[in-house]
């Protein structure tokens, strides 16, 4: 029997039950990983449905590949169990897991053709498959990927994007209940990275595998995932839909990672069930949602989105009186960076008006800013 850890950590909340999630495809469980005085993976609990798309996320050395390897079965934990299909599976090595990982250099055989680098895991199973077998598999997986007629090309001679979709093939050939993907996309240029996100959001579709994600990009991620695990220091710190965590985050360190907010510091004076009241370095106070349960007296921070703020040319009672320090235009917004003699540097994302009157707006001119209560959330600073 496995030892099934008590308590766990994720957001720091006690989970409601040590038993196996029913249904889940696999399972980290109490999980950390150290490498002498490194702990790369921390109390890692983490359940992962079937036919889900779920990214790890996080900043270069938060354990992501650490936490991948261990599903994959390339890395044993120092504690805690992983599970697939509600089974420990810590005495399977990889190639006898129903895993399969794409690694972010591909691991391609640059000698063999495109046919043979898919076709080789195959042929390497025992018992023996049929050769048959194995090309119709090896055909209609080229099929899936968009590579059929380049069955008889060397590695070498196809491009970066083309690689990464034989080492999509490969990994998917075996029709593994989950696969594994480490920043898959990240040598690719903007521009193939983009198309390719679109053809792996797709291939999940349509293969119904549970995919697991890499990325340290926080765009990647929200536009793929159906929850994301934001990472830090080897701990999970959120999980969530993109929704959740770029409504909701529990904390600055999500709100900062995924999307992009204001934040002004200040200390929590009041609180009033889920909302609070916080005195921020203008002197004045502000109410906001509350994320967590933060004390009176703390110090927190409001986040604001810069799609939040309203900006105007005009005065009014309740807006702040700022300076317009830069302008972008992108078409359908523009984006500007006003100061505020106080609060410091704001970012706004203003939408295109059928007035056009903030367009006239220069750097140095005065404009007002303010944010509805709603729109604004307290935050731990951690
Ligand atoms: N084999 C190893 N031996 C010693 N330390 C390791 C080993 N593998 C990883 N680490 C350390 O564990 C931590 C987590 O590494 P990991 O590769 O999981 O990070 P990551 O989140 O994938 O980072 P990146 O985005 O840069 O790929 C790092 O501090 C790393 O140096
Ligand atoms: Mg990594």
Redesign the pocket.
Same mark, same amino acid.
């Given at each position: 029997m496995t030892k099934v850890a008590e308590t766990f950590s994720v957001d720091g909340y006690p989970r409601e039950s040590a038993k196996a999630v029913p249904g889940a495809v696999a399972e980290l469980r109490g999980v950390s *990983?150290s490498?002498?005085d490194?702990?790369?993976?921390r109390h890692f609990d983490l359940a992962i449905a079937p036919g889900e798309f779920l990214s790890?996320l996080?900043?270069?050395?938060?354990? *992501?590949?650490?936490?991948?390897?261990m599903l994959a079965g390339f890395?044993a934990p120092s504690a805690g169990t992983v599970l697939i299909d509600g089974k420990d599976v810590s005495g399977l090595a990889a190639y006898q897991r129903p895993v399969n990982m794409v690694f972010?250099s591909y691991a391609l055989f640059p000698h063999l053709t495109v046919g043979q680098n898919i076709a080789y895991g195959l042929k390497q199973q025992r018992p023996k498959l049929p050769l048959a077998g194995i090309n119709d598999k090896v055909q209609r997986v080229l099929e899936t990927v968009r590579l059929a007629d380049f069955k008889d090309r060397r590695i070498w001679e196809m491009s970066g994007g083309q690689q990464q979709r034989v080492a999509l093939a490969r990994a998917i050939v075996n029709e593994p209940k989950l696969l594994l993907l480490?920043?898959p996309l990240a040598a690719l240029d903007r521009k193939l990275r983009k198309e390719m996100q679109i053809e792996l959001q797709d291939l999940q579709r349509q293969l119904g595998i549970t995919f697991v994600l890499?990325t340290?990009d926080q765009e990647e991620a929200l536009s793929l995932s159906d929850r994301i695990c934001v990472?830090r220091a080897?701990e999970i710190v959120q999980v969530g839909t993109p929704r959740e965590l770029y409504d909701q985050p529990k904390s600055r360190y999500v709100a900062d990672f995924v999307g992009t907010s204001n934040f002004f510091d200040g200390k929590i004076i009041a609180v009033n069930g889920g909302t609070g009241q916080i005195s921020l370095s203008d002197g004045r106070s502000y109410r906001a949602f509350l994320s967590d349960a933060i004390p009176v007296g703390e110090t927190a921070c409001v986040s604001v989105r810069p799609e939040q703020i309203r900006m105007s040319d005009t005065q009014s009672s309740e807006a702040l009186e700022v300076t317009i320090q830069n302008r972008i235009f992108l078409g359908e917004h523009t984006e500007y960076l006003v100061r505020h003699a106080r609060l410091g540097n704001i970012a706004v994302m203003a939408p295109r008006q059928s007035d056009g009157r903030l367009d006239t707006l220069q750097k140095g001119d005065t404009a007002w800013v303010h944010w509805n209560p709603e729109a604004a959330l307290i935050l731990r600073n951690d």
């Open positions: *990983k490498y002498g490194v702990q790369a993976v790890f996080g900043p270069s050395g938060c354990g *992501k590949t650490t936490a991948l390897r890395e972010q480490d920043e890499v340290h990472m080897g």
